[in-house]
Structures are given as structure tokens and as C-alpha cells.
């Protein structure tokens, strides 16, 4: 018979209800039919129970999970701990029996909390892996699966990756924070490092969650495999800003005789031509060969050794610049040139030496950097050592360089000079082995240098030393003050030239007009020299300096006479021609030169003559005297005999002169006059002149004389 869904839905609604009430048995209740108790909780109370008088309490026996319960007075305990992953939920009876004997049940579900009690856990925790030198960047080192970790939890877990090894850390990295896998980020380098160990942390909370989290930790060994990644390298060489990856060397040189033939390999320097694998694990064979700079086969290198020997002599000063080059056996394609200089020199048949064996120094305490040295003795003299060499005429060889061997204390210039190197700070004495090398046959000498270093208060004003620096301050002053000095003077010389014009040449002209003259000084001629100042208070100055400095005896004027030849003629022997220019052509040429005109100088000593020119003058000599010259010629004969003609002569003279010039002064008029006077010691033909006079005031004729 079917059973209505009405009625199946209806018992469905009161079930709950049923069992509320059969858990509210009369007589037997409990406080909560559906306790929940944390897993590993022990002991715990589930719930509360509340008998009535005549009434009976037990646990049925008949189900399993009874075990873990037991009544204690008024309370359902759990004995016994219970793993949430193993019993989610436990479910207990009640027997409840009244006093009649009649019994109902109890019915309690007890649900476990499943609590954070576990730790992930990696399948594998130690993990090794061999990486080469030359993976790829972002190769996958290990898989995900090989470094996932479980929870019993079931909670989620959450990944970080470390390195133990210091300077190692950023090569390897994992994918993600809920990802393990590890996969290289930076590129190896073998050389750094070799090797390192990472540790994998899992844990079941992220790193930020203040709840308490559980950890599992796997260790993964990484082994760096090097690889043949690098071209040879020259030895010796150097690091680049302290990679070693990359390894710099320096080129190599040489040196060999002049029309010398050497059999053994040539020496060089810094070391032996000598190359090596710097993935030194492989260390490929090492294979030599001159490429470059070779000429006419001079050189040979072995290509086991790379050893450099000689096939011919040298006949040529010039030296060879070869290009070697060093490659692997097994890759060619990895390869290295250095550069060999090998300079042709002439032979040294003795090496340098030094003359003392022992050298002797004094130095301050707390003197400066880069200070003298002085000989021991000679507070006065810096310290200098010198080798000789016998190759030389004079033993002095330019090519030695000194170098100190065993002191950082003291330095060495290439003259042999002793410098201190850094301020000396107590007294004492040092010992310095100083070596001289020529540089171009590598041959040496060495000397000892012992270096006294005594307290500076010791030393005597007398005696006191100046450093390097010191001396240098002293040259910058000075020539500052000549610096100074100089312009001052620059300054004085413009002013005068433009004050003054052009006093150099006005100063020659007084010069040789004196000398010309024979001391005497025409004072019209003297003003009409002087050269024009610019301003009034130029010329007052010049005027009153030269007159204050140097008194001049006024210089009778040469005056015309009528036409008298005898006075000429009563002229003093030995005397020297002297020329008194025209004012007119004086001032022409000071326009000439005022307007920057260069003056051309002619002789006044002529052979030819221009007669139609009326300003012109000349004086020549009596063989040279046109016959048709005429009346504009005169002829002075050399008629004086002794010397009281001669004072005669000169007091005529100077009578004339002053005759000309009081007619100067009252007429304004300026005469010229060119005259020639032969001495004795001329030739027996008497010297001739020609005079032409120009009179300025009025239009008259040349005058003769």
C-alpha cells in the first residue's frame, strides 16, 4: 500500500522535533545534542546533562565511538584525543531508564574541529642538480612536481626560496609564491662561484598571517659545471674593476742587437710570451702563431712554447711590432692576439754601475710629501745617486731609470733624486736598496741608500732646509714681482710715446748731430728737430727735464759769408764732413713720417746731379765734378798748412756762425748749407762743394760760395 507524500513529508518536518524530544527525555536531558570539540582536545566536556531523581544515565556500549566518552557526575567528557583527518564527527548514545525499568535513548553527534596541527611536507626534502656554466637564463633547474609539499590540513601551502652561500643569492628563483619550481634569473659565472645550496621553505599560512604557521624546509645542492666560454688569456694580466671574467693583459717587448744573431729565445717583458685557458676545469692546449708585423721573416715563436727566436740578424734600427696570436687546440674560434715589440738597439758591452756602494741621507720628521732628501754632511744639497755606465764617452746614460726596491717611504725621480713619499713621523734609520736600469738593454746596478730621519727642533737656523714646495712659492713670487714690474714699465714707456712722440729717433738725431759736429749744437736746428707733443703740458716737461739733466752749450749757426773761400779754407784738418739738412725738407719728412711713411736714406755722396732741381743738394768728391757745372759749384781747396791756420779757421768760424744767427734772428730767414771737408789723409785732389742756398723770406737766387 503506498504511503501518502503528505504523510512522508509530514514525519519528515517532525523528526527533528522527535528527536529533540528524545533527547529531552523526562527524567533525562542534555544541554547541547550537537556539541563540536577541537580535534586533539583531551580531555574535554562535550555537554551537560540533567537526571531526575529515580532516574538512570548510561552510555551504550553497543556503538563504537562510546569509548571516547565517559559521565562524570553531570558532565559527558571526552577521554580520549581524536585527529580531525581520521574521526571528522563521533556520535554517542544515552541510556535513560526510569524507575519502572523502562529505558529511552539519547542521542548526542559530536562534530570535530579540524585545528592547523600539521605541517606540509615535500615528497623529496634533499634535492642535488649539476647547473653548466653556460645555461640559458630562465631554464627550469627543478619541476614543480619534484618540489610540491602536502598538508594534511588541506591548507594552502606558500613557497620561498633562499641561498645559503653568501654572494651567491639572485641566480636562482622560484615561479611563483604557491609555484616551487626553480629556474635560473642571472647568468653563471664559474669563476665566482662553483657551487651553492638553496633552501625551499613551505609553509601552510602566508608570511604576512599573524596566525601561527607550520613550516617544511627542502634543500636543494646546486653544482656549477664550468664550461669552455672564454678566449685565452696573456699572462700576466689584470682584472677589470675586480671581475674576474675578464682579465687584461699588457703587451709584451723586447730588445735585440744590431747585426747580432741571437740562438736562445728572446727575454721579454713583463714575463715570457705564455697564454692559458681560462676555463682552467677544461684547460684546453694552448697553440702559438705570429700573424702580424713580421717583416722579412725576422722572427720565428714556437707554436708549443711560444718561445720568440731569431731565423736572421738585423740590419735595420728599426724596431718590429709582431702581433701573436694564442688559441685553443680544440675550438680555434677562442682566441687571443697580444702585440710583442721587439726594439733593435746597439749592443752593450758593460752593464751600469754605481760609484759608492753605500749612500748616505738626512730627512726631517714631519716634513711633506715629495720632500729632498739631503746628503749626510751637506744639510744644503739634495741627495742624488748616479750610475755610470762605460759604454758611454762621459759614462752618463740617458737611458737608466732609478727605482727603489724595498721602501714605500722614500721614491726615486729619474734624475736619482731621493723624495720622501709620505710625512715621516719619528726618527730613525732606514735602509733602501736603490736599483738603476737602462731601460733599452734591461741591464742594472743597485747601491744601498741608508736615510737618516732626524727631529726637525735639532736643526739650526743656519742650517734649516726648505722643502720642494717651499722654493716653489719662493719662483711664483718672484716672478709675480717681475710680472708687476714689467707692466709698470710698459705703462711708463706708452705714456712717454705719447707724450713725447717719437723721442727714440729725436734722441739718435741728437746723437749723431753731436758727434757729426764735434760737440757744437745748432739751437735752430735743435727746435726744429724736437718732435711735435700733443698736449702743452707734454712739451713743458720735456723741456725742463732735459734742460734740468743735461746742460748743452748752445752751438754757434754756420753763417754764409759773402763769398769767401779762404775761411773755408782756414777750416781745421781732420776735421769730418758735417751736413746741416734744410728746414724745409726737415719738416716735409716729418710729415712723411708723422703720416706713416717709411723715409728712403740716400747718400748725400753723389755721382750724378740734378741740376734743374732747385732745392737740390749734394756733395761730392772733385774727380767726380762736372766741368760744365759752372758757377753753382764750388771747389774748397785743402790749403791749410799748420796748425795755427787751423785755429784761425776755427775762430772764423765761429765768428761767421754768430753772424748768421743774428741774422737769423732779425730777418727770420733759415739757410742751409751742405759742406764737405777733406782731410789730410784723403787724396791729394781737393774735395769739392756745392752749396745751394734757399731763402725762405724772399724769392732770391742761389747764393755760391
Request: with cysteine.
Amino acid at each position: 500500500m503506498a504511503i501518502p507524500h503528505w504523510l512522508l513529508l509530514s514525519a519528515l518536518l517532525l523528526l527533528p522535533l522527535l528527536a529533540q524530544v528524545s533527547a529531552q527525555e523526562p527524567g533525562c536531558s542534555v544541554s547541547n545534542s550537537k556539541p563540536s570539540v577541537p580535534e586533539n582536545a583531551c580531555p574535554y566536556v562535550v555537554t551537560t546533562i540533567h537526571v531526575e531523581p529515580g532516574f538512570t544515565l548510561t552510555i551504550d556500549p553497543n556503538f563504537p565511538d562510546g569509548q571516547f566518552f565517559t559521565i562524570e557526575g553531570s558532565e559527558l567528557r571526552l577521554t580520549k584525543c581524536v585527529d580531525y583527518e581520521e574521526d571528522p564527527a563521533l556520535l554517542v548514545y544515552l541510556i535513560c531508564k526510569d524507575p519502572a525499568g523502562q529505558s529511552d535513548s539519547l542521542e548526542i553527534l559530536v562534530t570535530i574541529l579540524n585545528e592547523n596541527d600539521n605541517s606540509p611536507v615535500f615528497a623529496q626534502p634533499n634535492l642535488a642538480r649539476d647547473v653548466p656554466e653556460d645555461t640559458k637564463v630562465d631554464t627550469t633547474i627543478v619541476t614543480r612536481e619534484e618540489l610540491s609539499a602536502t598538508d594534511a590540513d588541506l591548507d594552502t601551502i606558500y613557497y620561498e626560496l633562499t641561498t645559503t652561500v653568501q654572494d651567491t643569492d639572485g641566480y636562482f628563483a622560484i615561479r611563483g609564491v604557491n609555484n616551487p619550481e626553480i629556474y635560473l634569473q642571472k647568468a653563471l659565472d664559474y669563476d665566482k662561484f662553483n657551487s651553492t645550496t638553496l633552501l625551499l621553505y613551505a609553509r601552510d599560512r602566508p608570511v604576512t598571517s599573524p596566525d601561527h604557521a607550520n613550516t617544511a624546509t627542502a634543500t636543494i645542492t646546486i653544482v656549477i659545471k664550468q664550461s669552455d666560454t672564454r678566449a685565452p688569456w696573456f699572462l700576466p694580466c689584470n682584472h677589470v674593476h675586480n671581475d674576474t671574467s675578464v682579465c687584461i693583459s699588457s703587451p709584451y717587448s723586447g730588445r735585440v742587437n744590431i747585426s747580432e744573431m741571437s740562438t736562445d729565445p728572446l727575454l721579454l717583458e713583463p714575463g715570457p710570451l705564455y697564454a692559458v685557458d681560462p676555463d682552467y676545469t677544461i684547460n684546453d692546449k694552448i697553440m702559438y702563431s705570429i700573424v702580424g708585423g713580421n717583416k722579412d721573416e725576422v722572427f720565428s715563436v714556437g707554436a708549443d712554447t711560444g718561445n720568440l727566436t731569431m731565423n736572421k740578424i738585423v740590419t735595420s734600427p728599426d724596431s718590429f711590432l709582431l702581433q701573436v696570436m694564442a688559441t685553443q687546440i680544440s675550438n680555434i674560434r677562442k682566441y687571443s692576439v697580444a702585440t710583442v715589440e721587439i726594439k733593435v738597439i746597439n749592443k752593450s758591452d758593460y752593464p751600469p754601475y754605481f760609484e759608492k756602494g753605500v749612500y748616505n741621507g738626512t730627512v726631517f720628521v714631519g716634513l711633506p710629501q715629495r720632500s729632498f732628501v739631503y746628503q749626510a754632511g751637506d744639510p744644503s744639497t739634495p741627495l742624488v745617486i748616479t750610475a755610470m755606465d762605460n759604454d758611454f764617452p762621459d759614462k752618463v746614460n740617458p737611458n737608466i731609470e732609478y727605482y727603489l726596491k724595498n721602501s714605500t717611504d722614500f721614491t726615486a725621480t729619474r734624475d736619482g733624486l731621493i723624495l720622501t713619499n709620505r710625512v715621516l713621523e719619528s726618527p730613525g734609520t732606514m735602509t733602501i736598496q736603490a736599483v738603476g736600469k737602462d731601460v733599452l738593454s734591461l741591464q742594472e746596478a743597485s747601491t744601498i741608500i741608508v736615510v737618516e730621519v732626524i727631529l726637525a727642533t735639532a736643526v739650526t737656523p743656519s742650517d734649516k732646509m726648505y722643502s720642494a714646495q717651499d722654493m716653489a712659492i719662493l719662483g711664483g713670487t718672484l716672478a709675480a714681482l717681475l710680472l708687476v714690474a714689467l707692466v709698470f714699465l710698459g705703462v711708463l714707456v706708452w705714456k712717454s710715446s705719447r707724450c713725447y712722440g717719437k723721442p727714440v729717433k729725436y734722441m739718435v738725431k741728437k746723437k749723431l748731430s753731436k758727434e757729426i759736429s764735434g760737440g757744437h749744437q745748432n739751437k735752430y736746428y735743435q727746435e726744429d728737430e724736437q718732435p711735435d707733443v700733443s698736449t702743452k703740458q707734454c712739451e713743458t716737461s720735456e723741456t725742463s727735464s732735459v734742460q734740468a739733466e743735461t746742460p748743452v752749450p748752445e752751438q754757434p749757426a754756420l753763417s754764409l759769408p759773402s763769398s769767401s773761400a779762404e775761411e773755408m779754407e782756414s777750416l781745421p784738418k781732420g776735421s769730418i764732413a758735417s751736413t746741416v739738412i734744410f728746414d724745409q725738407e726737415e719738416k716735409e719728412e716729418e710729415k712723411e713720417e708723422e703720416a706713416g711713411q717709411e723715409k728712403e736714406v740716400k747718400s748725400i755722396l753723389k755721382t750724378d746731379r740734378h741740376m734743374a732741381d732747385d732745392g737740390y743738394k749734394a756733395v761730392w768728391f772733385k774727380t767726380d765734378v762736372d766741368p760744365e757745372a759752372g758757377e753753382r759749384v764750388e771747389v774748397i781747396e785743402n790749403n791749410a798748412a799748420d796748425d795755427d791756420g787751423g785755429d784761425e779757421s776755427d775762430q772764423d768760424l765761429q765768428k761767421n756762425e754768430e753772424e748768421e744767427e743774428e741774422g737769423s734772428d732779425t730777418g727770420g730767414h733759415h739757410w742751409g748749407l751742405g759742406v764737405s771737408f777733406a782731410s789730410e789723409s784723403s787724396s791729394p785732389a781737393a774735395a769739392e762743394v756745392t752749396v745751394n742756398t734757399s731763402h725762405t723770406g724772399a724769392g732770391t737766387d742761389d747764393s755760391e760760395i
